[in-house]
């Protein structure tokens, strides 16, 4: 009976061991199917309630990446038309252009320099466009069809106009003009130099180069580089700032690449200028072939015959504009040029210059 029961309890232990090892193995079965194995260290254990992570965005090759919609930057565009710092056969021949109109540009080598841009103002200042400097439509269309500038005097056949008015200078040579330069002439302001209050004109007249200097001139309202003198102080000089509008006290400036050839060659001692245009004084008469008169006759009067023009009255008070001033010396007195033919030409002596005599 004893060994019965022994028996029984082991077969029961035994089923008991089995069951509990099926038990094993069918919730191990289950946890393998629900929690796959970790890879690479990786593991897939999530808390309890956590939602499961986001699926991986599928990678895209770069060659099916759309290029981008933003526009680049346009590239800058050409030059609409020349101006200083071109270059090349157009202009060198907007050089040849303006030099066969008399307009002087330091040179035709197809570089577009000072010299040119002196040029463009100066044609642009006789046809009465924009004062650009740059060969923009109006002026290259004016070029097509301009011609050369005529002289407001036709004797002597050479002589120096300045033109107040356009701001520009021309050399006549035999009754026509063969040069033309931009310049800037008096500014019509007040300055005070040396205890002297004036304005800064440049007087209407006629006139004589009698002085001249060959370098540079120290003066009192600045340094004049190689002037020509032809009233009192008043002279034509080369400058570095030659604005297109008038800006000095008195004399007429030229730009610098021009001041060597114009002392040299375009105003010898004697040379006659004329003076006109400007606001100070009547425009000069013309003077006779002969004459050597330095002073500025009243201007004629347009419905008058020319052979009994009305006869001037001089001033008993200084010329306004006269620079003499600064030297303590008299201003020039107007002296009637006589019209009766044959008669001589008073020439009045002008005031002996000094180094203090001389405006910018």
């Known amino acids: 009976m004893g060994r019965r029961q022994i028996t029984l309890g082991g077969i029961g232990l035994a089923a008991l061991a089995l069951a509990i090892v099926a038990f094993v193995n069918v919730t191990g079965t289950q946890a393998h199917r629900s929690h796959p194995s970790a890879v690479l260290?990786?593991?897939?254990?999530?808390?309890?309630?956590?939602?499961?992570?986001?699926?991986?965005?599928?990678?895209?090759?770069?060659?099916?990446?759309?290029?981008?919609?933003?526009?680049?930057?346009?590239?800058?565009?050409?030059?609409?038309?020349?101006?200083?710092?071109?270059?090349?056969?157009?202009?060198?021949?907007?050089?040849?252009?303006?030099?066969?109109?008399?307009?002087?540009?330091?040179?035709?080598?197809?570089?577009?320099?000072?010299?040119?841009?002196?040029?463009?103002?100066?044609?642009?200042?006789?046809?009465?466009?924009?004062?650009t400097g740059e060969a923009d439509p109006p002026t290259t269309d004016k070029l097509a069809s301009a011609g050369s500038p005529t002289p407001a005097y036709s004797t002597p056949g050479d002589h120096l106009?300045?033109?107040?008015?356009?701001?520009?200078?021309?050399?006549?040579?035999?009754?026509?003009?063969?040069?033309?330069?931009?310049?800037?002439?008096?500014?019509?302001?007040?300055?005070?130099?040396?205890?002297?209050?004036?304005?800064?004109?440049?007087?209407?007249?006629?006139?004589?180069?009698?002085?001249?200097?060959?370098?540079?001139?120290?003066?009192?309202?600045?340094?004049?580089?190689?002037?020509?003198?032809?009233?009192?102080?008043?002279?034509?000089?080369?400058?570095?700032?030659?604005?297109?509008?008038?800006?000095?006290?008195?004399?007429?400036?030229?730009?610098?690449?021009?001041?060597?050839?114009?002392?040299?060659?375009?105003?010898?001692?004697?040379?006659?200028?004329?003076?006109?245009?400007?606001?100070?004084?009547p425009n000069p008469a013309p003077a006779p072939e002969t004459s050597t008169s330095t002073t500025a006759p009243p201007a004629v009067n347009p419905t008058t015959s020319p052979s009994t023009p009305p006869a001037p009255t001089p001033s008993s008070s200084a010329p306004a504009g006269c620079l003499n001033a600064l030297l303590g010396l008299p201003c020039p007195t107007p002296t009637p040029t006589p019209t009766t033919s044959g008669a001589s030409t008073p020439t009045p002596t002008p005031p002996t210059p000094t180094s203090t005599a001389s405006t910018p």
């Open 161 to 281: 106009e300045v033109d107040v008015g356009r701001q520009v200078v021309y050399v006549v040579r035999g009754g026509k003009v063969a040069n033309t330069l931009t310049t800037s002439t008096g500014s019509g302001e007040k300055f005070t130099s040396q205890g002297v209050t004036q304005r800064a004109f440049t007087p209407n007249g006629s006139y004589h180069v009698y002085w001249k200097i060959p370098g540079w001139h120290d003066a009192p309202l600045g340094h004049l580089y190689k002037p020509s003198f032809f009233n009192g102080g008043i002279a034509f000089h080369g400058y570095y700032d030659v604005p297109t509008y008038p800006a000095s006290h008195g004399c007429v400036r030229l730009p610098m690449e021009f001041a060597d050839w114009f002392y040299d060659q375009a105003a010898p001692p004697g040379a006659l200028v004329y003076v006109y245009g400007g606001p100070n004084g």
């Open 41 to 131: 260290g990786q593991t897939n254990q999530r808390e309890p309630g956590a939602s499961p992570p986001p699926s991986p965005a599928p990678s895209v090759s770069s060659s099916s990446v759309p290029p981008s919609t933003s526009p680049s930057p346009p590239p800058p565009p050409p030059d609409p038309y020349m101006h200083v710092g071109s270059q090349g056969s157009d202009v060198q021949a907007l050089q040849q252009k303006l030099s066969s109109l008399t307009y002087m540009t330091a040179g035709v080598d197809g570089r577009f320099g000072g010299g040119t841009r002196d040029a463009m103002i100066a044609f642009q200042k006789v046809n009465g466009l924009k004062l």
